[in-house]
């Protein structure tokens, strides 16, 4: 703070150089050159010694980020297989002999027994390199020095390769659902009533009821059924089919919370028909649970997760079971990291790479479901 005695030495000193220019050039020349003198390295011990004194004040950095992630989801529907460099997946399929007979036994022993026949078939499949593109990045900010692009660029790298492997899971799934034909890949036995097993499994439910484009009770119906039609002992394995979770939109959430009205989208106004549906009634407990916790976990004895997911357009689920849709073969030994650098560029490259493959039978088909809403 300025006070009597300070402003009267300043305006002194004004004075004295007012009348002793030569004095001031001689002081801003001593001034300069003392500051010639004064090495990159002490300048810096300067600053740490004197950075905590009160002349300074002390920066604190906020980093601010905008980024919204994306969800990974497809990848789940396969088992994920991991192989040694040497090992080759060879998927067998073997299919059952329908041909076998039951008689009365006679005296003599009756008649001919059926042999049995065994049918097997074998595919071998090749794995393939997958890779990203070469991302380059700044060795050194040549203000402020080593600021780890390589580590920034590398986590990077890795949740997008992880992203594009997920895309193709996704692709993979659009091509296993069909609109009919189901039937003809599981092998029915000849007494199975045909009607009694889905010959499709994918739905299009966008014409039940006149909710187009949004999840109901009879739309709910419908999913569980296709699972209630292999929830017995009908699976090979003798383990049933059973729903393990549906994945749609984030934008469907609020279907399920309207299951939580009393009488779901009723409109007493009447201006709203779309809307006007009293059959989307369940009972006072699932209400309540839906209106405490925002989730439907259980419904007609089946129990199920939901998943919004930010990457899956409104309209579509796709609805996951207890059992892999097909393997993610893959050799964790041969997944890399290149990595190269030019100092005199100040500049260096990445690029990540797997070898894998996605297989999915005919005979897994069945274990998914894609509905159209």
Known sequence: MLNEQSI??????????????????????????????????????????????????????????????????ALGFFQNTPLADNEWPIVQTEMKDRGYKTWYLGEHGGKPKH????????????????????VEYQLKDLQIGDVNEAEKVQNELANEFLRAIDRLAGTMLDAIPKTSGLRATLGLHKDVVAANIPDANKLDLSAVGSNTGKISLEKMK????????????????????????????????????????????????????????????????????????????QMFGYKFGIVTRNTIASGKIRVASNKPIGWYFNKPSMAATYREENVQKNQGRMSSSVVHCFVSPDEWCHRMVEVNL
């Open 115 to 134: 042999q049995h026949v065994p049918r097997k078939t074998h595919v071998q499949y090749l794995l393939e390199q997958f890779a990203t593109e070469w």
């Open 222 to 297: 419908r999913i569980l059924d296709y699972f209630g039609r292999f929830a017995s002992d009908v699976e090979v394995d003798r383990v049933p089919l059973a729903i393990r979770a549906l994945f749609l939109s984030s934008q469907h959430t609020r279907d399920f919370w309207d299951f939580a009205d009393l009488v779901t989208g009723w409109d007493v106004t009447g201006t709203h028909a779309d809307f006007e549906d009293p059959r989307n009634v369940v009972p006072s407990v699932v209400r309540t649970e839906i209106w405490r916790s925002g989730k439907l976990e």
């Open 8 to 73: 009267k030495r300043m305006i002194g000193v004004a004075e004295f150089l007012h009348h002793n220019p030569q004095r001031l050039v001689q002081d801003l020349s001593a001034m300069l050159e003392e500051r010639k003198q004064v090495t990159p390295e002490q300048r810096s011990e300067w600053l740490r010694e004197n950075w905590r004194t009160e002349e300074f004040a002390a920066a604190v950095l906020f980093n601010v980020l905008k980024e919204v992630e994306a969800h990974n989801w």
